[in-house]
């Protein structure tokens, strides 16, 4: 192995170890809570350091997003290839949802907060156009599902598109109106419930009558 290479491998390992001590701090404390200098002490780097690899803190955690949207796209995916009934493809969707609040309901929640913000402003060509393919790679899948229902007269036909952005916006507006109860009123999480009972809504407003 080159110099060269050797570097380049080193770029990757710090890069990693970055996102792994941002996401636990992240987890922990919030996305406005949690500060560079902190994730640059449990990466055990300087924060100058961090620096080099992502322009801000918006930067970094939209980072995390990424991954998230990468994982989601792909279980999505899962679930558009196989053999069972549509409408059950939509409920599998659900579950999909469910296991990625499950997964780290701060990042999710802080990714729909990135995706209706102004942190959209603050992030690199690179880092934004990331963000938009792995957003449509996981929307388009919705779409595509949408669609198969459509064709074979078992949904309703109104714009896919659409329908997915209501699929989609139901989802981040569950998590974020529950996870907002949750602190004003100290209430239990009733994420999982409520997403259950409006699936149960979304699939009998797909349904053709």
Excluded: C
Aim: charge should be neutral.
């Amino acid at each position: 192995m080159g110099i060269y290479e050797r570097k380049q491998r080193e770029k990757q390992r710090r890069r990693k170890d970055i996102i792994n001590a941002a996401q636990k701090i992240f987890s922990v404390k919030g996305f406005n809570s949690a500060t560079m200098e902190e994730i640059a002490s449990a990466a055990e780097l300087s924060p100058g350091t961090i620096y080099l690899y992502f322009k801000n803190k918006e930067e970094l955690h939209t980072s995390l997003s990424i991954d998230i949207l990468k994982y989601l796209s792909i279980q999505i995916h899962k679930v558009v290839n196989l053999d069972i009934h549509v409408e059950e493809k939509i409920e599998r969707f659900r579950d999909v949802f469910i296991d990625l609040y499950d997964h780290d309901p701060n990042i999710l929640i802080n990714l729909f907060h990135l995706q209706s913000g102004e942190t959209l402003h603050n992030l690199s060509d690179e880092v934004m156009e990331q963000l938009k393919q792995n957003s449509a790679q996981a929307h388009g899948a919705i779409i595509q599902v949408i669609k198969e229902g459509i064709e074979k007269g078992i949904f309703i036909d109104e714009h896919p598109v659409a329908m997915a952005d209501v699929l989609w916006g139901s989802y981040a507006g569950v998590v974020l109106w529950v996870d907002s109860k949750k602190k004003l009123n100290n209430q239990k999480d009733f994420v999982k419930s409520t997403l259950i009972t409006a699936f149960k809504i979304i699939i009998q407003g797909l349904q053709k009558k």
